[in-house]
């Protein structure tokens, strides 16, 4: 019982987050990076993000700080993202992340990714 209370705060902490970050349209621009092709994401799956952006973007300072992650600030930061399997297409950004937690909610050191032939 004495768990029940501050795990339904941080349930609540990462819903809020979720939304912050639905509706964040990237705050800050991502590094300029050459994208690299699919084929080099060795890393695990080239990822779909809603939003690719700056580490340093409030929404991805404030995901990250809650889990306790260091982003590179060399490299981008994914938001709400899902995995591309067997040549699926992505209407947003395809990146290739080094640290993907909490199943996409943010994906950090993050290379932009082209996708196709």
Avoid: E, H, R
């Avoid at 795990?7 to 690299?36: E, H, K, R, W, Y």
């Avoid at 700056?54 to 260091?70: D, H, K, R, W």
């Avoid at 040549?87 to 290739?96: D, L, M, R, W």
Wanted: with cysteine; aromatic share 2%.
């Amino acid at each position: 019982m004495l768990l029940y209370k501050p795990l339904l705060s941080m349930l609540a902490v990462f819903a809020a987050a979720g939304s912050v970050a639905a509706q964040c349209n990237g705050g800050t621009d991502p590094p300029s990076l050459t994208p690299i092709p699919a084929s080099q994401c060795n890393t695990g799956p080239v990822q779909c993000c809603s939003t690719y952006t700056s580490p340093t973007n409030s929404v991805v300072a404030l995901l990250s700080g809650l889990l306790g992650l260091v982003p590179n600030l060399s490299l981008g930061a994914g938001l709400s993202c899902v995995s591309l399997i067997g040549g699926a297409s992505c209407s947003n950004t395809a990146v290739c992340c080094n640290n993907i937690n909490q199943s996409g909610l943010i994906n950090l050191g993050c290379t932009p990714v082209t996708l196709g032939i």
